[in-house]
């Protein structure tokens, strides 16, 4: 048994901030907890700052980070964006996207991440010839994970069609398996590891006929496993599927049994209150993407009414125009300012626990996202003597981690008791910004 003890300057145990705790751990997880040590026991080693549970990264499109940058120039709209988007998948093969997904999950351990629901549908080679293993983009993202040391949830997604009734167009080739019951087949053949869980997607109900709904739907039915949607996040998305069913897309998913407590809809921005009520009262989940919402300029969602409703609320960084998750929870808080107003629709508390134990359920890692014994040792700590933290009292760590600091002030990563990011540095990738640049510029157009 490997055992390891932490000794945590601040610990946010939840729903307040503790002074001096020690941690230990066994084979991975937490064995005990314990308050009142204001100082490190000896062989503990010392994370100084306020110690979170590590943080869920809960919608991910790890090529996406190749599009930084230069997306950025000109005008346009979530639609000529897809196009550049496509630009960049039709060029990824197994080996390239592996360097670049290494390199991305090694960004996302610097900024605390220790898990990742990565909504993967590029599947096959361009024109849609399978590789040799039908899997080897799946395992690709699966084995970078484990490299840059982090947990995955790899949400295999079925992706169709170029929209309703539509064959999917020539760069949609390599997403698509033909049809529902050929992918199930593939993904039956994708094993989970220690750091990696497999689950499913819809790509959306422009991208699944909604017929073949129902395959997916099952098919993480009979494994309990998460099922993620892309849900209206376009108010065109909501006005073809209206045209084409006669109905919205959240009610065409709750009509063909993909709503529940293990499904999450990812963005759920142009809701109607029927569809609100749909989501909340189905338990179904909500991931927010504020600073992707932003920059595509797609909306603001209805995240309190939701959450209100019964829609536990997660976050991801989607297109990671930045990778920052307390930038997605302070961001989620400040759009809802904008809209109202008004001050205060999350605590830090709350916002904390959409990036920590909500945004870990919807993974499927019901066991992380605490600091307590039995949950996984999976650990971030953000410093609070940087030149964004310093000053606020101790005990306001939560308010100041949400509201002030950022990526750059993860000072520690630990992803089931092993120590990924000490002092700033990844102790497995040794150049992060060297393997995204070379990972990108291998990607250039
Ligand atoms: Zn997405």
Redesign the pocket.
């Known amino acids: 048994m490997t055992t390891r003890t932490y000794w945590l300057e601040h610990a946010w145990l939840g729903t307040y901030v503790e002074p001096g705790v020690v941690v230990e751990v066994a084979d991975g997880r937490i064995s005990a907890v314990r308050t009142d040590s204001p100082a490190p026991p000896p062989g503990a080693e010392a994370l100084r700052g306020l110690t979170l549970p590590g943080l869920a990264n809960a ?1 991910s ?1 790890a090529f996406h980070r190749a599009l930084r940058g230069t997306v950025q120039v000109g005008s346009g709209t979530f639609w000529t964006w897809r196009e550049v988007m496509y630009s960049v998948a039709d060029r990824l093969t197994p080996e390239t996207y592996h360097a670049l997904a290494r390199a991305v999950y090694a960004e996302m351990a610097l900024a605390g991440i220790t898990c990742a629901g990565e ?1 993967h549908y590029v599947h096959h080679a361009p024109g849609g010839t399978p590789y040799a293993d039908p899997n080897a983009m799946g395992e690709a993202l699966i084995a970078a994970a484990a490299e840059a040391g982090i947990r995955i949830t790899l949400l295999d997604t079925c992706y169709l069609s170029s929209g309703f009734g539509a064959p999917p167009g020539a760069e949609q080739l390599r997403f698509s398996d033909g049809d529902a019951e050929a992918w199930a087949e593939r993904c039956a053949l994708l094993k989970e590891r220690d750091h990696a869980r497999i689950g499913a997607a819809i790509h959306s109900v422009r991208a699944v006929p909604a017929g073949q709904l129902g395959t997916v739907a099952r098919w993480a039915e009979e494994r309990r496993a998460p099922l993620h949607v ?1 849900l209206s996040e376009q108010t065109a998305e909501n006005d073809a599927c209206l045209a084409a069913h006669g109905r919205t897309p959240t009610r065409l998913l709750a009509d063909h049994g993909v709503l529940g407590p293990r499904t999450t809809g ?1 963005h759920n921005t142009h809701l109607t209150d029927e569809d609100i009520a749909l989501l909340g009262g189905s338990g179904t989940g909500t991931c927010m993407c504020p600073t992707t919402e932003r920059d595509l300029a797609d909306g603001i969602g209805p995240a309190v009414a939701l959450q209100r409703a019964g829609s536990p609320l997660s976050l991801g960084s ?1 297109s990671h125009a930045v990778i920052d998750l307390l930038e997605e929870a302070r961001a989620m808080e400040l759009n809802e300012r904008l809209r109202t107003r008004t001050r205060g629709h999350w605590t830090a508390a709350a916002l904390l626990r959409a990036a920590t134990a909500d945004g870990h359920a919807a993974l499927g890692w019901d066991e992380a996202g605490t600091i307590e014994p039995g949950a996984l040792a999976d650990l971030t700590t953000i410093a609070l003597d940087s030149v964004r933290t310093a000053g606020p009292l101790p005990r306001l760590g939560a308010e100041t981690a949400v509201f002030a600091a950022g990526a750059a002030d993860v000072r520690h990563t630990v992803v089931g008791g092993r120590h990924v990011v000490r002092d700033g540095a990844h102790t497995l990738v040794p150049d992060v910004p060297q393997a995204l640049a070379a990972a990108v510029e291998a990607l250039r157009g």
Do not use: L
């Open positions: 919608h499109h909504f892309h990812v989607d």
